[in-house]
Nanobody, 116 residues
Framework: QVQLVESGGGLVHPGGSLKLSCGPSARPIFSFDSIGWYRQAPGKSRELVVS???????TYADSVNGRFGISVNLGKNQVDLQMNNLKSEDTAVYYC?????????WGQGTQVTVLD
């Protein structure tokens, strides 16, 4: 049973930075067809933040492009999401997401709050 274990998140002021990490249990990070992050703000639908394939093709949401960056830490078998210049509209629960063929895997979610 593959589990996506998340860490990071928390409370930060506007303009601040946070880093999220996600590591799959019992499976190499590059064995997935894609891995990345989604987020869901209160009262809104879950939306894609960033997705990355093993070849390095990366897709960012327009709202985070240029502020967020995904990277792979092979030594820890995890992906990291560095979030800079955070805004209040980035407040949401962030979910790690991975896909293999037709199967999708989700992390438990971690709260990111950007507050004055």
């Amino acid at each position: 049973q593959v589990q996506l274990v998340e860490s990071g998140g928390g409370l930060v002021h506007p303009g601040g930075s946070l880093k999220l990490s996600c590591g799959p249990s019992a499976r190499p990070i590059f064995s997935f067809d894609s891995i990345g992050w989604y987020r869901q703000a209160p009262g809104k639908s879950r939306e894609l933040v960033v997705s990355m394939t093993p070849s390095g093709t990366t897709t960012y949401a327009d709202s985070v492009n240029g502020r967020f960056g995904i990277s792979v830490n092979l030594g820890k078998n995890q992906v990291d999401l560095q979030m800079n210049n955070l805004k209040s509209e980035d407040t949401a629960v962030y979910y790690c997401h991975a896909k293999f063929l037709s199967t999708e895997f989700w992390g438990q979610g971690t709260q990111v709050t950007v507050l004055d």
